[in-house]
């Protein structure tokens, strides 16, 4: 037999630790071992019954969880999962602690929310982490808006789409920072909940020579901007004449997502061809692998993250699996590489 994951829930409300409880036993292999309403209480019975996972709320009295999330990672460091409401200050604080270690984010139920979909991707995320080694969190040294790294001469119809998930916020953050101001267009779909995708891409533009900004309708794709998709949105790629530019929709989830890898890469296939280079980075599921071997039957060429530096290998792996890969690289030199290939 199987042995379950062990999932310790820390949350102030009583209602979500109600709800969480009652969702995750649906699932056969997760075990809900305890509850914990503040991070006093949820210290002891860590020590007390060691989960496997934490799912930790940031809004919290007498300790919050940024402080709580700190302090773990110090002295008793294991995978956890951040779940926030879609207030702006709660996806400033969620990205504070996916700087501060934690692996995941998932938001509340809400309106736009449902619990079915919360359910879900709660149970897929903890199911992702689990396994997940976790140390200490080295700073990385960001280089900002200065003078340029790369000499390379700027095009005005290549263009780069990447996909991420679990641990993908640090991944995009090292792919982005090493890109020159002059770098092509590029698109992205980080698996990140509605209003998170906002704070994320304003964090990134202080961060990166490039413009990054979350994704607006009708938003162009031009060299020297990143744009990322916004959470609850599929992004899709299109061109008029010579103009690239991206639209937003709703529509079904794909792959439990929204936004979704393979609709973003699907799309770059049909309208870039051989213009565009797509890279997969660290995250669960398969999304993006079908996506990739469209753009690469359609002529671009692909780079998937090694297994070595992903914290989970999920999307990349099944992408090389489908045939769909021309490289795979350890993070760090992913930027340089992807600027080689695409320039030759």
């Known amino acids: 037999m199987n042995k379950k994951i062990k999932v310790l829930i820390v949350d102030d409300s009583a209602i979500v630790r109600k709800v969480f409880s009652k969702e995750l036993s649906k699932e056969k292999d997760i075990e809900v071992i305890a509850t914990a309403p503040d991070p006093y209480i949820a210290r002891d019975k860590i020590v007390q019954l060691k989960p496997d996972v934490i799912t930790l709320d940031i809004e919290m009295p007498r300790m919050d969880g940024i402080t709580f999330l700190k302090r773990l990672m110090k002295y008793y460091p294991l995978p956890v999962i951040i779940v926030s409401s879609l207030s702006p200050k709660g996806s400033v604080l969620a990205l504070e602690a996916l700087d501060s270690g934690a692996l995941e984010v998932i938001s509340k139920p809400s309106a736009a929310y449902s619990v079915g979909d919360?359910?879900?991707?709660?149970?897929?995320?903890?199911?992702?982490?689990?396994?997940?080694?976790?140390?200490?969190?080295e700073n990385q040294i960001a280089p900002g808006k200065?003078?340029?790294?790369?000499?390379?001469?700027v095009t005005t119809d290549k263009i780069i789409a990447i996909g991420a998930s679990t641990g993908g916020t640090e991944a995009l953050k090292t792919v982005l920072t090493s890109m020159p101001a002059t770098s092509p267009g590029i698109v992205i779909v980080q698996h990140m909940p509605a209003k998170f995708t906002t704070s994320f891409a304003e964090r990134l533009n202080t961060l990166c020579k490039m413009t990054v900004k979350e994704a607006s309708d009708g938003d162009t794709v031009a060299n020297g901007i990143a744009l990322i998709a916004p959470g609850n949105y599929h992004?899709?790629?299109?061109?008029?004449?010579?103009?690239?530019?991206?639209?937003?929709?709703?529509?079904?989830?794909?792959?439990?997502?929204r936004p979704a890898a393979d609709v973003l890469f699907n799309s770059v296939a049909k309208y870039a061809g051989a213009n565009a280079l797509g890279v997969i980075l660290t995250g669960m599921g398969s999304d993006g692998a079908k996506g990739l071997l469209k753009m690469k039957e359609a002529g671009s060429r692909?780079?998937?993250?090694?297994?070595?530096?992903?914290?989970?290998?999920?999307?990349?792996?099944?992408?090389?699996?489908?045939?769909?890969?021309?490289?795979?690289?350890?993070l760090p030199k992913i930027a340089q590489i992807a600027l080689n290939m695409i320039y030759s």
């Not at 992004?235 to 997502?257: C, D, E, I």
């Not at 993250?305 to 490289?327: N, T």
């Open 118 to 137: 919360m359910s879900i991707q709660l149970a897929e995320k903890i199911r992702a982490v689990a396994s997940v080694y976790v140390g200490k969190k």
């Open 302 to 330: 692909n780079i998937a993250q090694d297994e070595r530096s992903c914290v989970v290998f999920g999307m990349p792996k099944e992408a090389i699996k489908a045939g769909a890969i021309d490289k795979i690289a350890s």
């Open 146 to 153: 200065s003078a340029e790294t790369s000499s390379l001469a």
């Open 235 to 257: 992004m899709l790629f299109n061109r008029s004449g010579a103009k690239y530019y991206v639209t937003l929709k709703k529509g079904p989830l794909v792959h439990h997502q």
